[in-house]
């Protein structure tokens, strides 16, 4: 093991910046892949806690409290010192935060979904009669006392959902180092030009994380939670129901392994390097000195005395205390660049869209457009994450093919941010109508009616059955009907078991049915009626132009953050955007969109202690309304400021373009030939600088 340690201590400095390029795109992959994994866990988490979208939110927000704790600490004294390794110690915490989600299943008892009857049928042909049997359910679910409720609820283990709140925040804290230490690394060590293009390949090779996470999410949500330990023929459900759980525990184990394996070249790769295109000059320096070209005291004498004071000072031992003097003002001097907050308030406003967007994204397909949770995690990680990846590297790509400068790179965001403003626009007129449910959302004689009270699920033909309204056991009729459940349905006998079960002479159906008809229904709620999958598939073609176009603009963006910053403030302002960022923009819009999304649900479920559960069936056009309209509502305020940015940038460039000009009036050069253009002046970092306080 010493002798491997050693090798990758010699070899590093001499792979030079392709080796951090490689581990720093790696563990992007690595976080990602598990922040998509949480993202399209979201839903099975939910239904496993039985907690509403709100306090789903929270815990989804728990990832940015984390960052909030370390990131300003962090992305200041970690750029003094060794960054790599920094970056490796986060990984190691990350996968603790993985692993530490992964404990509520394995000290839960098994899942227990609510349902109005046996959870399974010793005799596959044995006859119940629901609208009997679910009398002495309402008694036994309605007359529970707070004593024995909370008696139950730890006995159920209900509050476990601490633990993926603390294990999603310890892997925000890990998560911090790894943007600002590594991108203001691979920046100080690369060649200029060639910045774009390598934090285009990280953020593609990122992207290919949440496609992996939604992909292991979209298997574990078809697989049940309790896999190996019940006998999955007994279920009453399967995926498509909205009870059903898959094993979202399993996705979190895979993904902490994955980033504890991330973590290993950090622990190799040196404290600095040699600047990208250096050792070539250095190398050729050294070949002229042998041979006796171009040969001076001057370049034998300094070249050596730098050399020594560069190793002395990389030697010298860190000071916290003038680190801390030095932060604030290092702060000040941060903020009092103009275009800075802006950059910051438009980051800040467009996350809000999109974590609200992508949080709710898999639930707004399935009440909008009837689809699985698994089905709806695999096409966003099929679909919309390869056209972001696609349209990250074809940023870069034109960035470099163009050589665009600071005004170029926000012509190109800001164009991108409108066209997909558009896109997004049009999706709010192509949608389905409301899954049909007898009480809910029509009348029992099939008219739309939506209806938020649960007393209007009691008609005529089920008035005698003395059914319970809190129960959610969907079926569905031969005429697309579904009823809330056998009981509300007015079902007099069933036969089966498990997933097969049917139930015979349904009153409420029999009235549908002109002049007579099946009268049966089976488990599970009725499919969307019309063009609802046509509808879908024209959503998912515009959503995944959206996504190619919206992410076009996230490469240009960036380079107009580290084009309008000071050299050696680019780690303090990359983490003080995340902190800001993650804190305003990541912590809550999970909660206000969850609690906004919350006052359209019809139908809650019921907790096993009782109480209420999470939502089975919210009211769709509603949904949509609040959903797309608070995306938006920020959007658009994020496009407005994206041309007050645009405004900012232009002034500072041709502000920096007089005063180049008129530099070279006084040195007696012309201003024809010698005279840059605007985005070129822009893209010299000095040039930027020195305009920093306008």
């Excluded at 953020?203 to 939670?225: D, E, H, N, R, W």
């Excluded at 910051?344 to 999109?354: H, K, M």
């Amino acid at each position: 093991m010493c002798v491997f340690v050693h090798v990758c201590q010699c070899l590093c400095p001499c792979l030079g910046i392709g080796l951090f390029l490689a581990a720093l795109s790696f563990v992007y992959f690595a976080k990602a892949f598990a922040g998509g994994y949480m993202k399209s866990s979201v839903t099975q988490i939910e239904r496993r806690f039985d907690i509403p979208s709100s306090l789903i939110g929270v815990i989804d927000g728990s990832f940015e409290i984390g960052n909030l704790l370390v990131i300003a600490f962090v992305s200041y004294f970690g750029a003094k010192l060794h960054r790599p390794r920094i970056i490796g110690a986060g990984c190691l915490v990350m996968a603790m935060g993985c692993f530490l989600t992964a404990m509520p299943h394995f000290f839960q008892g098994h899942y227990q979904y609510e349902t109005s009857m046996s959870h399974s049928l010793d005799n596959a042909t044995e006859s119940i009669l629901p609208c009997l049997t679910n009398h002495s359910t309402v008694v036994d679910t309605d007359m529970h006392s707070e004593k024995s409720r909370a008696a139950c609820e730890k006995e159920a283990g209900s509050s476990m959902w601490v633990y993926v709140f603390l294990g999603n925040m310890l892997r925000g804290i890990g998560e911090t180092p790894i943007t600002p230490l590594g991108v203001s690394y691979l920046d100080d060590f690369s060649r200029e030009e060639n910045t774009a293009f390598y934090i285009a390949c990280i953020q593609t090779v990122g992207i290919l994380g949440p496609m992996m996470g939604f992909m292991l999410g979209s298997f574990c949500a078809k697989v049940y939670v309790d896999i190996g330990s019940v006998d999955l023929d007994a279920l009453t459900i399967n995926d498509q129901d909205s009870r059903w759980v898959g094993a979202w525990w399993l996705g979190f184990l895979v993904t902490g392994v994955v980033i504890l394996m991330s973590a290993i070249p950090f622990f190799f790769l040196p404290k600095s390097m040699a600047k990208q295109g250096e050792e070539e000059e250095e190398e050729e320096e050294e070949e002229r000195g042998r041979t006796g070209k171009g040969s001076n005291m001057e370049h034998d004498n300094f070249l050596p005395g730098e050399k020594a004071r560069a190793e002395k000072e990389e030697e010298k031992e860190v000071n916290f205390s003038e680190l801390a003097k030095d932060f604030l003002p290092s702060l000040r001097r941060l903020f009092s660049n103009r275009v800075y907050p802006l950059i910051i308030l438009t980051s800040l406003v467009a996350v809000n869209g999109f974590i609200g967007m992508i949080t709710f994204k898999p639930k707004y397909m399935e009440q909008i457009y009837g689809q699985s949770a698994s089905k709806a995690i695999f096409l966003i990680g099929s679909m919309n994450l390869p056209a972001v990846a696609l349209g990250v590297i074809t940023g870069g790509l034109i960035l470099k093919r163009f050589r665009l400068g600071v005004v170029g790179a926000a012509r190109m965001a800001l164009g991108t941010s409108i066209t997909s403003f558009l896109l997004l626009f049009i999706q709010f007129f192509i949608h389905c109508d409301n899954a049909e449910v007898a009480g809910l959302t029509v009348s029992y004689q099939g008219l739309p009616a939506v209806s938020y009270q649960p007393v209007s699920m009691v008609s005529g033909c089920n008035m005698g059955c003395s059914c319970s309204l809190r129960h959610w056991d969907p079926v569905c009729s031969s005429n697309g009907l579904s009823y809330a459940s056998p009981c509300l349905a007015g079902c007099q006998t069933s036969t089966g078991a498990g997933k097969e079960m049917v139930f015979h002479n349904c009153t409420c159906v029999g009235e549908m049915l002109r002049p007579a008809g099946n009268s049966s229904v089976v488990l599970g709620q009725c499919p969307r009626h019309g063009n609802c999958d046509y509808m879908f598939k024209l959503y998912m073609g515009f959503t995944v132009l959206f996504a190619f176009v919206s992410a076009c603009g996230g490469t240009p963006g960036y380079i107009v953050l580290l084009r309008s910053i000071q050299p050696d403030l680019k780690s303090l302002a990359l983490g003080m955007q995340t902190l800001i960022v993650r804190t305003l923009g990541g912590i809550p819009p999970p909660i206000y969109f969850g609690a906004l999304i919350d006052r359209t649900c019809l139908k809650w479920g019921t907790k096993r202690c009782g109480g209420r559960g999470a939502c089975r069936l919210y009211e769709a056009n509603a949904f949509r309304m609040t959903f797309l309209g608070l995306i938006y509502s920020l959007y658009l305020v994020a496009n407005l400021l994206w041309c007050a940015l645009y405004y900012r940038v232009v002034q500072r460039a041709r502000k920096a373009s007089l005063r180049k000009q008129a530099k070279l009036q006084q040195n007696g050069q012309t201003d024809g030939p010698t005279a840059r253009p605007a985005s070129v002046v822009m893209g010299d970092r000095g040039d930027a600088d020195r305009e920093s306080t306008i």
